[in-house]
């Protein structure tokens, strides 16, 4: 191809150029929606790579040419064994499986004006107000003490139901309004409505004790009904408020993917199709989906544990017996697959247009993530990001670049410091998404096509 004197970003669209062609990228986007719609939270999401990597004959055992582990259910590493010894580098796909969302607290039952509404602590970044007055969907698992796991999902299907936040009506709101958005939406008020009656009894139950008569009450008895469990068992519970419903099409050309959780879910399936379709070659090459990003990557199963280290220390014996660790790491090459903020066409003013990320122009490089003089950032080497350059150009893969918002106004962080952190060659690269963190997100279909197709040219390089 020839090249231009001027650059300008490729559209995705224009080259989704047959019929044919976007019929699979079409069919990618219904199977990337079914995906979306059943993994609502870490675990589902873990649960549902570790079914399609046992279908593809991956195995937990360390031996063989494809292999995985699984960390608690909330991350999992797997890899598959290429020609050229371990020690000349993995090439590397790191994504996220958990997602903003309202968790239950510890002791979240409380009755007040004739409903019972569990307490939340919101997890990760949410504006609150986009979580009042919808349908929620609770996802989970109790715990009972003997160590049994209850799994919880309840307000999907349609004849099931679901929760809600009440929201305050405009007639009452005239106060609100004036306030600031982060006072006027209190955290201590995204409490979920679970009940609603006391129990009908027929008048023959006991009052001996005052709250007999109680929703709460009545409520412990349907959760014990459906699940065996006692209000104690929510203590050791992890509960989690999500938006109910499937993710779908959006818009008459059904161009969009709406839905909950695609950040970074959209990378997470990206990265999987890509491990799974990529031709074998020289390489080895891994994905590592870690917990715990939207809340800085710490703890045992984000970013920052030992996790990842392990599982490539489990590799070198089988792939390249008595080297060391560090070399592998340092030629290493690895994508951080997340995703980054479309230019949103309400809100342009807060982008600077040139260096923002367009839907509908492949999966985008940010080549460095903080903010405010690129602080707190892992920056990418120009030889790498040239390499990365040159390998989508070459397969006729449209990509793009952007920074999150103008400087001294937006930034953000990804788990790319965390693998910098090993001294491999490590950059940004996902699709971009408008409505970024709210219960709808929107991703492009030619964006979910193209990073599919990147990512794979990334494996088989
Ligand atoms: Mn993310
Ligand atoms: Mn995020």
Not at 11 to 37: D, V
Not at 151 to 158: A, D, L, M, R, T
Not at 221 to 247: N, R, W
Request: hydrophobic letters at 40%; aromatic letters at 10%; glycine letters at 8%.
């Amino acid at each position: 191809m020839k090249k231009k004197f001027s650059y300008q970003p490729q559209s995705a669209w224009k080259k989704l150029n047959t019929p044919a062609l976007r019929k699979k990228a079409e069919a990618l986007a219904e199977r990337y929606i079914e995906f979306l719609s059943a993994c609502k939270t870490e675990r589902e999401t873990v649960d549902y790579i570790c079914r399609r990597l046992r279908q593809e004959k991956y195995d937990e055992k360390f031996s063989g040419e494809r292999v995985f582990r699984n960390l608690r259910g909330k991350a999992v590493f797997a890899a598959r064994r290429g020609s050229a010894p371990l020690h000349e580098g993995l090439a590397l796909i790191a994504a996220h499986v958990d997602t903003p969302r309202l968790d239950f607290k510890q002791r979240p039952l409380v009755e007040q004006s004739d409903v019972v509404q569990a307490k939340t602590h919101y997890y990760g970044g949410i504006r609150k107000h986009q979580w009042l007055a919808r349908h929620l969907a609770l996802h989970g698992l109790v715990v009972r003490e003997n160590g049994e796991k209850i799994p919880v999902s309840i307000g999907e299907k349609p004849d099931e139901p679901v929760f809600c936040i009440a929201d305050l009506l405009p007639h009452l709101a005239q106060k609100q309004g004036n306030q600031k958005l982060n006072e006027a939406f209190e955290a201590e008020k995204l409490n979920v409505i679970l009940a609603h009656s006391s129990s009908t009894g027929g008048g023959n139950e006991q009052q001996s004790e005052k709250n007999e008569n109680s929703v709460k009450e009545h409520l412990l008895k349907l959760l014990h009904a459906k699940y065996g469990i006692y209000e104690e068992d929510m203590i050791t519970a992890e509960l989690q408020a999500v938006p109910a419903g499937p993710a779908r099409f959006v818009g008459f050309d059904k161009a969009l993917v709406g839905g909950y959780g695609q950040d970074d879910r959209i990378c997470v399936f990206a990265a999987l199709e890509a491990l799974l379709r990529a031709k074998p070659g020289a390489r080895n090459r891994a994905v590592i989906f870690w917990d715990k990003e939207e809340i800085g990557s710490e703890g045992a199963t984000g970013a920052s544990s030992r996790f990842f280290e392990y599982c490539v220390e489990n590799l070198l014996p089988s792939v390249s017996p008595a080297r060391r660790l560090a070399e592998v790491f340092l030629n290493s090459r690895a994508l951080s697959a997340d995703v980054q903020a479309a230019l949103d066409p309400d809100f342009q003013d807060l982008h600077e247009k040139q260096n923002a990320a367009r839907l509908g122009y492949g999966p985008c490089f940010s080549k460095f993530t903080g903010s405010r003089g690129k602080y707190g950032a892992s920056e990418a080497d120009a030889e790498y990001f040239a390499f990365l350059r040159g390998l989508l150009n070459a397969k006729d893969i449209p990509w793009q670049t952007a920074e999150l918002g103008k400087v001294d106004q937006g930034g953000g962080g990804t788990v790319a410091l965390f693998l910098a952190a090993y001294g491999m060659r490590v950059i940004d690269f996902g699709p971009p998404v408008l409505s970024m963190h709210s219960p709808c997100e929107l991703a492009s279909c030619a964006d979910i096509w193209f990073a599919v197709e990147a990512y794979k040219a990334f494996f088989e390089a």
